[in-house]
Nanobody, 120 residues
Framework: QVQLVESGGGLVQPGGSLRLACAASGSIFKINAMGWYRQAPGKQRELVAAITSGGSTNYADSVKGRFTISRDNAKNTMYLQMNSLKPEDTAVFYC??????????????WGQGTQVTVSS
């Protein structure tokens, strides 16, 4: 099994900051790309940021300059530092990872999500 668990969500005022974490565990041989997605009520899930095993990153235009994605491969953990948060950032944030398991599968795995609410 492979599990992804997000943490760090919560309620923050506009302009504030949050740091999300995603911890992967289970039958992991290697994790290739990882990413953060978000889904607001009534909206489709969208990619926020992604990072390769080597540390290359890309961001949605809406978060460039405000969010920073990073990962610690030794800990199988990914982070999303979110600064200058806006009400439109309010969403459930999901962790995603492409995982090569110890039995030879490359699978696409998702966490359960963590709520981020930006409101005054």
């Amino acid at each position: 099994q492979v599990q992804l668990v997000e943490s760090g969500g919560g309620l923050v005022q506009p302009g504030g900051s949050l740091r999300l974490a995603c911890a992967a565990s289970g039958s992991i041989f290697k994790i290739n790309a990882m990413g953060w997605y978000r889904q607001a009520p009534g909206k489709q899930r969208e990619l926020v940021a992604a990072i390769t095993s080597g540390g290359s990153t890309n961001y949605a235009d809406s978060v460039k300059g405000r969010f920073t994605i990073s990962r610690d491969n030794a800990k199988n953990t990914m982070y999303l530092q979110m600064n200058s948060l806006k009400p439109e950032d309010t969403a459930v944030f999901y962790c995603n990872a492409d995982v090569l398991t110890v039995v030879g599968f490359y699978g696409d795995y998702w966490g359960q999500g963590t709520q981020v609410t930006v409101s005054s």
